[in-house]
């Protein structure tokens, strides 16, 4: 025995300075040093709430209110609890493990005399990490734990952009209902003239058709604007962790979409390399590759010899109704496991936690480069979207003054109707176009934070 305890003394020497497989190190990945879209506006400040940027307090409302009750986030959470307890559970494996036990028998005879035992003891093992497998256990145990965090931070990450994406697209359908409210108004008015010239002989029954067909069209796309309109309140309601019928809460003025925050670029949109520390999806991608790491100096650490000590203590009452014991025996001992033959399962586990460390080294770029493309993405429509609202905002202006004219150019009889007609149609589409590109606009924004990883909370830390 006590060769057996030098013997694992010179083990635990030699191997206890260095835990087996590779340290983690992030891959350089060679990032760009700056987005391919250029910017003029100020990225040095940073909303931690962004959606107050909006200044729409039912929005701020809708968001705060879906972090408390959104169903993925509480998941999310949940599974962010176990993690961390798979980190005292690894813990744990460091300290000595104690054990008790009781046994009893009754034991009768025909021709003899009954008789009764006990035995009572305890069993434990003192646990020496010789090899390093419990402290690559417990790295990968914290990383999966970080990896849990920081899926609660991309919940609340993708949370915050649904339920602005929906409330924007909610309200643009309210604002393209009210719009088709006027547009019919406007339309009908028309038609009521024309039918008024056409009694007087002044127009033809052709331009009463046209009109008449006019506000048919327009009047027709109602059914869709209401079932975009439902769309985006039932996804609301879905994220709100409430059925479609508890949602019915007020979305304020239906016929205004929420405006670009009042600072541009509040997203902070930065350079590539920040989304390594700002977008949780990432960072949790980095995570699992953290974990694979560890798993590799865990399957290696079965290549190598391992110690344990256990022993046991055991107490017997017998026969004689004394109170005490009889008899007791206390043994410790160490045991030295040495992998020898295992037609190569250790080894070929080993490769298999290489193989899945490539894997997550492949899915990390992906995570990287996908949230890269994100923000590139997102940069391009912000600006497009910008340029398209300003010239829509001259063409709706354009229109309502041409209409206005030839409205009254066509009452004196001065404009044919083909020339009022399209004046009209053209005065309707641009208003439109200006409802869906502000709706854009702001989904484009939107877009940008998710991207960027911005902060939905001062919770950063929560993760780790």
């Known amino acids: 025995m006590l060769r057996a305890v030098v013997l694992a003394g010179g083990i635990t020497a030699l191997i206890a300075g260095c835990a087996p497989g590779p340290d983690y190190v992030r891959p350089d990945l060679g990032l760009p040093d700056a987005y391919l879209t250029q910017t003029d506006a100020d990225l040095g400040q940073a909303e931690r709430l962004w959606w107050r940027g909006f200044q729409d307090p039912t929005l701020s409302q809708l968001i705060e209110e ?30 000595p493990t104690v054990d008790g036990s009781v046994t009893g028998q009754i034991r009768g005879e025909f021709d003899g005399p009954d008789g009764k ?8 093992a003192l646990p020496l990490d010789t090899n390093g497998r419990l402290r690559r256990s417990l790295e990968q145990a914290r990383a999966l734990s970080e990896r849990s965090g920081f899926d609660v931070l991309d ?29 019919l108004n406007l339309q009908n008015q028309t038609l009521d003239i024309v039918k008024a ?45 409430k059925a479609p019928q508890e949602a019915l809460v007020p979305f304020g ?50 290549l190598l010899p391992s110690l344990r000590i256990p022993g046991s203590l055991t107490a017997n009452r017998g026969d004689n109704g004394f109170a ?28 298999a936690a290489r193989a899945n460390a490539r894997a997550a080294v492949a899915s990390y770029e992906l995570a990287v480069l996908s949230s890269i493309q994100d923000v590139e993405l997102a940069l391009v429509s912000v600006d497009a979207l910008q340029a398209r609202q300003d010239d829509l905002a001259a063409a709706v202006a354009a229109s309502e003054a041409a209409f206005e004219q030839l409205n009254a150019l066509y009452k004196e009889g001065l404009a044919t109707f083909i020339d009022i007609l399209d ?3 053209s005065l309707i589409a641009s208003r439109e176009a200006f409802v869906d ?27 780790r």
Not at 66 to 71: C, D, E, I, P, Q
Not at 117 to 124: H, I, S
């Open 197 to 241: 010239r056409r009694r007087a002989g002044l127009a033809a029954a052709l331009d009463v058709e046209r009109a008449a067909s006019d506000l048919a069209r327009t009047r027709a796309q109602r059914g869709l604007l209401e079932v975009g309109e439902a769309r985006a309140h039932f996804a609301l309601a879905l994220l709100l962790g």
């Open 66 to 95: 879906a972090f408390s009750a959104n169903l993925s986030l509480a998941a999310a959470q949940a599974r962010f609890d176990a993690a961390r307890e798979g980190i005292t559970s690894a813990k744990s494996d460091f300290f």
């Open 155 to 183: 919940a609340r990450r993708l949370i915050a952009a649904g339920v602005a994406a929906n409330y924007v697209e909610l309200q643009r359908s309210r604002a393209r209902l009210a719009l088709l409210d006027f547009s």
């Open 423 to 425: 004046a009209q149609r």
């Open 117 to 124: 035992n006990a035995q009572a003891g305890f069993g434990g």
């Open 437 to 463: 590109v502000e709706a854009a606009l702001a989904t484009a924004y939107v877009d940008l934070y998710a991207a960027t990883g911005a902060p939905t909370q001062l919770v950063e830390a929560a993760a």
């Open 324 to 351: 005490f014991f009889s008899g007791a025996a206390a043994l410790i001992s160490a045991t030295i496991d040495v992998p020898l033959i295992d037609a190569g399962r250790r080894r070929a586990e080993v490769r």
């Open 253 to 302: 003025d239906p016929k205004e979409t929420p405006q670009v925050p009042q600072y541009k670029m509040a997203a902070q949109s930065g350079v590539p390399a920040d989304l390594l520390r700002k977008r949780p999806d990432v960072l949790a991608a980095e995570a699992d590759l953290m974990a694979a790491s560890a798993a590799i100096g865990i399957q290696q650490a079965d």
